[in-house]
Nanobody, 123 residues
């Protein structure tokens, strides 16, 4: 079965960095666009970043542009989210998602989801 497993979350001070990883199994990884989303307590899940099947095309939410970088290693079936200059408002559970047909901001278009990893940013 398809599994997406996030890791790399944790507690970091404002201004610090974290790198999230999402390891995929059970699907032809290079045939799937990948996205990162996040959900803070009491808020709706929101788009963070997405990458095309090859990794050549990326997109970001305005709130993270210039601070976060999405990348993927198709040989390792893994997608990454490098997060720099973290702010308290970045604190959320971060989810990776996979889509065979879509690369964008709409979470309903994604086929598979991971369980999430918590990112906590202290001010």
């Amino acid at each position: 079965q398809v599994q997406l497993v996030e890791s790399g979350g944790g507690l970091v001070q404002a201004g610090g960095s974290l790198r999230l990883s999402c390891a995929a199994s059970g699907l032809p990884f290079s045939s799937y666009a990948m996205g990162w989303f996040r959900q803070a307590p009491g808020k709706e899940r929101e788009f963070v970043a997405a990458t095309s099947r090859s990794g050549a095309i990326t997109s970001y939410a305005d709130s993270v542009k210039g601070r976060f970088t999405i990348s993927r290693d198709n040989a390792k079936n893994t997608v990454y989210l490098q997060m720099n200059s973290l702010k308290p408002e970045d604190m959320a559970v971060y989810y990776c998602a996979a889509s065979s047909t879509y690369r964008g901001r709409l979470d309903v278009k994604y086929d598979y989801w991971g369980q999430g990893t918590q990112v906590t940013v202290s001010s």
